[in-house]
């Protein structure tokens, strides 16, 4: 187990795969820097989800995997982690279905980024994935890729 603070690099693009992780407590974010400086979200992984499990099959990471939140990750060598899915098809079976999952909610998010209005947007995101808890709008925002004021006006003019 590793402890990481808010802002703390687990990895960084073109590092070498030499881990697996699993998130435990907290929120660690895919991020690929963008050339106009932004930051391009891919995904956010939760307690109980794994962090860049594609990375299982590369040389080097894609992205950068940084702690939204303070954290802490279970850290495995890729060597333990890739001998163990070999050893255990359960465990195999366990971590496909769980990509599955991943690549169905990446999918979403490709078909809620392609729509252009914000309100379309939210829209997409809420029918997915309900009404997100006290403060978690500005997250909501990054994963529609829209700006936190854009988002919050949008929600001001439902409220009217």
């Keep these: 187990m590793r402890d990481f603070a808010k802002g703390e690099v687990l990895f960084r693009r073109d590092d070498p795969v030499r881990s697996m992780y699993l998130v435990r407590t907290g929120a660690v974010a895919l991020e690929r820097p963008l050339t106009d400086g932004g930051l391009l979200t891919l995904h956010v992984a939760r307690p109980e989800m794994a962090l860049a499990e ?18 802490s990750v279970a850290v495995l060598p890729r060597t333990k982690f890739a001998s163990a899915l070999r ?7 366990s971590m496909i279905e769980t990509h599955a999952k991943a690549v169905q909610a990446q999918r979403a998010r490709i078909e809620t980024l392609r729509l252009r209005r914000v309100a379309d947007r939210l829209d997409a995101w809420l029918d997915l994935q309900g009404e997100p808890q006290q403060g978690e709008w500005i997250t909501v925002a990054d994963q529609i890729g829209v700006s936190p004021p854009a988002l919050y006006r949008e929600l001001a003019r439902r409220r009217k």
């Design 54 to 71: 594609a990375s299982l099959f590369a040389e080097t990471y894609h992205c950068d995997a940084v702690a939204q939140t303070d954290a």
């Design 87 to 93: 050893k255990d098809p359960d465990a195999a079976i």
